[in-house]
T-cell receptor, first 114, second 115 residues
Framework: QQQVKQSPQSLIVQKGGISIINCAYE??????FPWYQQFPGKGPALLIA?????SEKKEGRFTISFNKSAKQFSLHIMDSQPGDSATYFCADVGSTNSGYALNFGKGTSLLVTP | DTEVTQTPKHLVMGMTNKKSLKCEQHMGHRAMYWYKQKAKKPPELMFVYSYEKLSINESVPSRFSPECPNSSLLNLHLHALQPEDSALYLC??????????????FGPGTRLTVL
């Protein structure tokens, strides 16, 4: 499976700042791009996802921007808070013969300092 | 309720042991998944069940054996594991609308250590 390329690997942002994480994909079976947030010792939880009939989706402080021609999408976290400190994974979707497989990026470890 | 439960939370086993991981969801989802996650790495798909149809990841060794007794339960049977199999094993579930991918909901995982 072709992996989604995610950057940066780690990110340190001051409280109140903007966190930006970028992902690039090669070929995808479906136009569906989720972002998952994972805290230590927990399973990943869906944060926000985009189905690109739109180029941007916003939910509270979290925004996904999508550029189909460049095959890139990004997560913006506005007014970053210490509670946002976690690992973030982008993903695209491949299909199996009985379901949809998430292909995750390598992850970004975000630390928001007080 | 979007909860996927997994038991046990932690498991330590020897290389000759046989153990099972269990996963349960009551969201009416018809697809269930096993992922393996090594430290500081992304989850990697192991198996998918959808309407009792199994899709096997080609890189999964036969010492891992999945079982789906019904649409709410998913087991992963472990036998003759190696120390490199130590990882967080994640279960997930999703609807299957057949039109486009549905959200996958993850459980908290089972932390497995193979001695």
């Amino acid at each position: 499976q072709q992996q989604v390329k995610q950057s940066p690997q780690s990110l340190i942002v001051q409280k109140g700042g903007i966190s930006i994480i970028n992902c690039a994909y090669e070929n995808t079976a479906f136009d569906y791009f989720p972002w998952y947030q994972q805290f230590p010792g927990k399973g990943p939880a869906l944060l926000i996802a985009i189905r690109p009939d739109v180029s941007e989706k916003k939910e509270g402080r979290f925004t996904i921007s999508f550029n189909k021609s460049a095959k890139q999408f990004s997560l913006h976290i506005m007014d970053s808070q210490p509670g946002d400190s976690a690992t973030y994974f982008c993903a695209d979707v491949g299909s199996t013969n009985s379901g949809y497989a998430l292909n995750f990026g390598k992850g970004t470890s975000l630390l928001v300092t007080p | 309720d979007t909860e996927v439960t997994q038991t046990p939370k932690h498991l330590v086993m020897g290389m000759t042991n046989k153990k099972s991981l269990k996963c349960e969801q009551h969201m009416g989802h018809r697809a269930m998944y096993w992922y393996k996650q090594k430290a500081k790495k992304p989850p990697e798909l192991m198996f998918v069940y959808s309407y009792e149809k199994l899709s096997i990841n080609e890189s999964v060794p036969s010492r891992f054996s999945p079982e789906c007794p019904n649409s709410s339960l998913l087991n992963l049977h472990l036998h003759a594991l190696q120390p490199e199999d130590s990882a967080l094993y994640l279960c997930a579930s999703s609807q299957v609308t057949g039109v486009s991918p549905d959200t996958q909901y993850f459980g908290p995982g089972t932390r497995l250590t193979v001695l």
